[in-house]
């Protein structure tokens, strides 16, 4: 068992840990509500298609049948 070569593998992954934890106290601090007119490309991502879902045009149904033959 190398002692040296599993301390060295541990600070390299604590290194990178710390990173990570950075990374993501950055995004925390940077979160809240913008102002104003979102980019154009996250308004891309999250815009939604308006109108009936696909596939349920022109659908006929027993019961609007029914009731147009009485």
């Known amino acids: 068992m190398d002692v040296t070569r599993i301390l060295t593998e541990l600070r390299q992954e604590r290194e990178q840990l710390e990173e990570a934890i950075m990374s993501l106290e950055r995004l ?3 979160r809240g509500r913008r102002r104003g007119r979102p980019p154009s490309w996250m308004s ?5 298609k308006r ?5 349920s045009k022109n659908k006929t149904s ?5 009731a147009g033959q009485i």
């Open 62 to 66: 027993s019961i609007p049948k029914a």
């Open 51 to 55: 109108g009936r879902p696909p596939g």
């Open 44 to 48: 891309e991502i999250t815009q939604r």
């Open 28 to 30: 925390a601090r940077g």
